[in-house]
């Protein structure tokens, strides 16, 4: 796993707290629905976990996005779920 993050430049309404789990295919190919299912498994009451398309950076895949921050996570495997949750999403 590994991350990077970027800061958010508008002043406008941020999105609320999200978890993206691509689920396209280059995503698919390296489990990414095996990693939707455990942060599905894990989330808090609060903060949807959304299957989504293309996140636009394939072949690094899984690839799993936080909102509001965007925090990025490449090759992401099942077991890390809750260790991304605790870190980030929810305490953001
Ligand atoms: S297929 Fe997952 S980022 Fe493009």
Same mark, same amino acid.
Not at 24 to 36: D, Y
Not at 71 to 87: L, T
């Given at each position: 796993?590994?991350?990077?993050?970027?800061?958010?430049?508008?002043? &406008?309404?941020?999105?609320?707290?999200?978890?993206?789990?691509?689920?396209?295919?280059?995503?698919?190919?390296?489990?990414?629905?095996?990693?939707?299912?455990?942060?599905?498994?894990?989330?808090?009451?609060?903060?949807?976990?959304? /299957?989504? &398309?293309?996140? &636009?950076?394939? /072949?690094? /895949?899984?690839?799993?996005?936080?909102?509001?921050?965007?925090?990025?996570?490449?090759?992401?495997?099942?077991?890390?779920?809750?260790?991304?949750?605790?870190?980030?999403?929810?305490?953001?």
């Amino acid at each position: 796993m590994s991350s990077d993050s970027v800061q958010l430049s508008s002043k &406008g309404n941020r999105p609320p707290r999200t978890i993206l789990v691509c689920q396209n295919q280059a995503c698919r190919k390296s489990g990414s629905k095996a990693v939707l299912a455990a942060f599905q498994a894990h989330r808090t009451s609060d903060i949807p976990v959304i /299957g989504s &398309g293309c996140l &636009g950076r394939c /072949g690094n /895949g899984p690839m799993v996005l936080i909102l509001p921050n965007e925090i990025w996570y490449s090759r992401v495997r099942a077991e890390e779920a809750i260790e991304i949750m605790n870190r980030w999403a929810i305490n953001s």
